[in-house]
């Protein structure tokens, strides 16, 4: 069996040209190879979540009620609340907005005190970025300026938000049952604990002048 010199020898030559070029592309590729290799091994950072500030919600309050004033200090009181109720609960800001009754409003959630036949505030509460951002409107729907409307609008809006978020299951009111006066600390303070008199520690109403 014969062997063609000519065939071998081109061959060889053509293998000598592609170890040739490999040596020549070597130092661009390898800075190309580098670089690929680092991004797939650095994972991709994600978007950051809505984060709730460091010292709870941040929490407002808006007077745009024609027929009423308020004198309202309860931000740090609301935020213990929150804290101390519903923690974890997606609240990232509560912004508490007085106004003026109307049917239309659909204001669903009441709180009268100190019985049914006390003054009667009403509120919902409304997540308005759906990232947690709380708008509660709250109006007195009946009653005169003293200190039993101010416990009824101190709780509407924290009322409203603990109803929202626990309020669940077959049988809601039994829940609901489990709510007295106490779990609306600090924003309400004791006058007498026997007789389960409240007053509000940061909120009165007085009609407009």
């Known amino acids: 069996m014969e062997i063609s010199v000519r065939p071998v020898l081109a061959i060889i030559v053509v293998l000598a040209l592609v170890a040739g070029l490999a040596f020549l592309a070597a130092p661009r590729l390898a800075p190309l190879v ?11 950072a994600a978007a950051p979540a809505a984060a709730v500030p460091a010292g709870g919600p941040a929490v407002t309050y808006l007077d745009e009620s024609l027929g009423w004033d308020w004198s309202v200090s309860c931000d740090p009181q609301f935020q213990t609340f929150l ?40 509120g919902n509460c409304a997540d308005e970025t759906l990232a947690g951002d709380f708008a509660c409107r709250v109006a007195v729907k009946s009653g005169e300026p003293g200190p039993a409307l101010d416990v009824a609008a101190t709780v509407a809006a924290p009322y409203t938000l603990l109803d929202m978020f626990l309020a669940r299951g077959p049988n809601p009111n039994e ?5 007295g006066w106490t779990v609306f600390q600090p924003l309400l303070a004791p006058v007498s604990v026997e007789a389960n008199t409240w007053q509000s520690s940061c909120l009165h109403l007085s009609r407009t002048l």
């Open 83 to 122: 804290a101390q109720r519903l923690a974890g609960r997606r609240i990232r800001s509560v912004k508490v907005v007085l106004v003026d009754y109307r049917d239309e409003l659909k204001l669903p959630f009441g709180t009268q005190y100190p019985d049914r036949n006390g003054p009667l505030a009403v």
């Open 34 to 44: 580098t670089e690929l290799t680092h991004r797939a091994a650095t994972p991709t």
């Open 175 to 179: 829940i609901r049952k489990t709510w």
